[in-house]
């Protein structure tokens, strides 16, 4: 079905979003066939581009469908499991990421880690299964429990948790480390009420068993550079079991699972565009008032404060909310386009307003066969924006065009008409015509 049939049917808002999910399909299809997304500079450039142009409801639904696809991979063959788990680690798990949804990009890598590195896989998950002692954990939850109980501090939660099998192992290649030398695999995730509790509880625990020394973490006093907060501490539970601790706040903890939109920088490596901030600020933004209409102790902000502000009257902003600027909030942010060149993708970025002539000239110096001026006489032979001929040189670009330098038709070869490009540029043919040809 079109828009068009869509809009009659639903609406403009579910039509928008089809159309939404529909090119980021296509994107994402043209960025695994030219494998895009394997260069760290494109890749950035691609992840912004999709949470520029897209609502933010969009690309939950693409990665809802993802994270659907990736769940029955099993039954294509193995040649598109690898291609499909490969795209799914390089555009889809940072999209996640980017995003806040933890859960989502901790499944998603998992599964991807399954079907990349089978081997590393099956031995990591038997090492880990052998390595986890339910009664050991049971019996630390109860005597923390206990003790947390007479010394008359209340808490919010207390559980188990362990780190994700491909955390695990991107950890051991980062430090090259063994299995052994990862001393958070398993641990305990302890929220409190207030800060003061978070260190009486601290206190609790270096009484109950002995710390491993230098591997306390105060992330209270000195937070992470992404705003994180929290107490970290490794035990060794009989002498022999290390025991990642975490102690934090409600707060703390709301923070930490949706709010801080400079997340994914300290875990991405950074990036300079103040404009890509705002954009995954702005999409984490929508998905947090959306979060609020399900809980009511999730966080209806993500400014840098560390106190949780009382939601704004949605859809308007009050008017101290850092987010009240417009979905494009930067208007003098570059803009991200998709090019094709002789069945090759790129990811370019340009200035704000640049043109198709902007664009050309860009790739003008390594092309001889596109006039950095203007559009060759023949219409089958100029660029394609969006698929579609265009006539107007000066035609702003929008984030996420699809620009086409490529002439395709069925009836001559495409060397040929290289040929006839090249001898129209050298013939000085390159120049939009003023009269009618005859």
């Known amino acids: 079905m079109d828009y068009d049939h869509i809009f009659r049917m639903f609406g403009a808002g579910v039509a928008d979003l089809v159309e939404g999910v529909s090119k ?5 299809k043209l960025a695994r066939d030219n494998n895009t997304a394997s260069r760290t500079v494109e890749a950035d450039r691609l992840h912004t581009m999709f949470l520029a142009m ?21 039954a294509l063959p193995l040649v598109k499991q690898q291609r499909f788990a490969k795209e799914t680690m390089e ?21 991807c880690f399954k079907h990349l590195n089978p081997e590393e896989h099956k031995e990591l998950s038997s090492k880990l299964l052998m390595s986890f002692d339910e009664a050991l954990l049971t019996s ?31 950890k051991m290649i980062k430090k090259n480390l063994t299995m052994d030398d990862v001393h958070d695999i398993h641990g305990l995730r302890l929220v409190v009420e207030t800060e003061e509790d978070c260190y009486r509880a601290l206190d609790i625990v270096h009484k109950l068993w002995p710390r491993v020394t230098g591997r306390f973490k105060d992330y209270i006093c000195h937070p992470k550079l992404n705003g994180y907060r929290s107490l970290h501490t490794v035990i060794m539970c009989e002498g022999v079991h290390p025991f990642e601790i975490q102690i934090r706040t409600k707060e703390m903890h709301l923070q930490a699972e949706y709010g801080f939109a400079a997340h994914w920088r300290y875990k991405e490596g950074g990036c300079r565009h103040s404009f890509v901030l705002q954009m995954v600020e702005w999409a984490r933004w929508v998905l947090t008032w959306q979060c609020e209409t399900l809980s009511k102790e999730r966080p209806s902000s993500l400014s840098s404060s560390v ?25 003098e942010g570059p803009i991200f386009v998709i090019m094709l060149e002789h069945d090759k993708m790129s990811v370019q970025e340009l200035p704000a307003n640049s043109t198709v002539v902007d664009l050309m000239e860009r790739v003008g110096a390594n092309s001889p066969r596109w006039s ?26 929008s984030m ?21 490009i090249q001898r129209m ?3 000085g043919g390159f120049a939009l015509a003023t009269t009618p040809r005859s």
Not at 144 to 165: A, F, Q, T, V
Not at 307 to 331: A, K, W
């Open 140 to 170: 630390t939850l109860h005597n923390l429990d206990k003790s947390l109980r007479d010394e008359g501090i209340s808490y919010h939660s207390l559980s188990g948790r362990h780190k994700s099998l491909y955390s695990i192992y991107s």
């Open 425 to 427: 540029y050298e013939r």
């Open 307 to 331: 106190g949780i502000r009382p939601p704004c009257p949605f859809p308007l902003h009050s008017e101290d909310c850092s987010y009240s600027y417009s979905r494009q909030c930067n208007y």
């Open 91 to 111: 555009i889809f798990v940072p999209l996640a990421n980017r995003l806040g949804i933890a859960s989502w990009k901790d499944h998603l890598e998992n599964i």
């Open 24 to 28: 980021l399909s296509h994107l994402s």
């Open 54 to 74: 897209a609502d933010a409801r969009a690309v939950l639904i693409k990665l809802a469908d993802r994270l659907h696809n990736m769940n029955t991979i099993e």
């Open 400 to 420: 996420g065009d699809v620009v086409e330098l490529t002439p395709a038709l069925p009836d001559k070869s495409l060397s040929e008409y290289r040929e006839e």
């Open 372 to 397: 950095p001026c203007s559009f060759p006489l023949k219409e089958e032979l100029r660029p394609r924006v969006n698929h579609k001929p265009i006539s107007d040189p000066n035609r702003k670009l």
